[in-house]
């Protein structure tokens, strides 16, 4: 009988989410914001803070990266909302602006990545 750790399940369940709901967000074209939905990036800022949170527990070196890289995306996903917004009522979205919007998404999801990695891996190693 395999003995799963919950909260791993639940941690590795926001992880890979958020990666997945940020790549949904950045695919498209990058200066057409019709590809882009508002509230997919509304979705992936609260999993990404969601799982930001589930990572504050955890006192290893991995650990510690994990957090350093949750907090990269959570920072670059509420920046790109925040451009977003600010360019909404300020002014026209512009491609230079819709452009903005999606590479800091796509560094978010860079992030996302990385951390999938390093959770992936250090599953594998705690395996051994």
């Not at 369940?13 to 590809?35: E, K, P, R, S, W």
């Not at 992936?44 to 799982?51: G, L, P, T």
């Not at 790109?80 to 512009?94: D, E, G, N, Q």
């Amino acid at each position: 009988m395999i003995i799963m750790n919950m909260d791993k399940v639940i941690s590795g369940f926001f992880i890979i989410l958020a990666m997945t709901v940020n790549f949904g967000f950045v695919y498209g074209d990058l200066d057409t914001m019709t590809h882009h939905s508002k509230y997919e990036l509304f979705a992936a800022i609260i999993i990404n803070v969601i799982a930001t949170v589930l990572k504050l527990g955890d006192r290893t070196q991995v650990g510690s990266v994990l957090l350093a890289t949750s907090l990269v995306a959570d920072i670059q996903l509420i920046t790109a909302a925040s451009v977003w917004t600010i360019a909404t009522y300020a002014s026209v979205v512009t491609s230079e602006v819709s452009t903005t919007i999606v590479s800091l998404s796509a560094g978010a999801l860079l992030a996302n990545f990385v951390s999938v990695l390093l959770y992936v891996g250090d599953t594998l190693k705690s395996k051994r």
